[in-house]
Nanobody, 125 residues
Framework: QVQLVESGGGLVQAGGSLRLSCAASGRTFSTYAMGWFRQAPGKEREFVTGVSWSGDRIDYADSVKGRFTLSRDKSNNTVSLQMNNLKPEDTAVYYC??????????????????WGQGTQVTVSS
């Protein structure tokens, strides 16, 4: 199983940028789909972005398209999320996710995968 540790959250003003990183451990990382989810106070966890294990497919939630960019470095076992033009509504705890099946990851179902511990992102207006 893959273990995930996020970093890079913090406080930023609206219009600013942050970069989140997720370090993965485990021999099977390269065969896992990866992604990011977020959960704002009082709301359900929602999909932000994901990449298939091969890297040939990347998806974004409509709310972040054009502002967020997902990248994956298999040589370093990391995935990163570059977040630009941040808005107050982006405030949430962001979770890294990994799962063998990309179709399951897209809907937040990780029967054989893992969640990170989460990192807080706060955007002030």
């Amino acid at each position: 199983q893959v273990q995930l540790v996020e970093s890079g959250g913090g406080l930023v003003q609206a219009g600013g940028s942050l970069r989140l990183s997720c370090a993965a451990s485990g021999r099977t990382f390269s065969t896992y789909a990866m992604g990011w989810f977020r959960q704002a106070p009082g709301k359900e966890r929602e999909f932000v972005t994901g990449v298939s294990w091969s890297g040939d497919r990347i998806d974004y939630a409509d709310s972040v398209k054009g502002r967020f960019t997902l990248s994956r470095d298999k040589s370093n076992n990391t995935v990163s999320l570059q977040m630009n033009n941040l808005k107050p509504e982006d405030t949430a705890v962001y979770y890294c996710a990994a799962n063998p099946a990309y179709s399951d990851l897209l809907i937040g179902r990780l029967p054989f995968g893992s969640w990170g511990q989460g990192t807080q992102v706060t955007v002030s207006s």
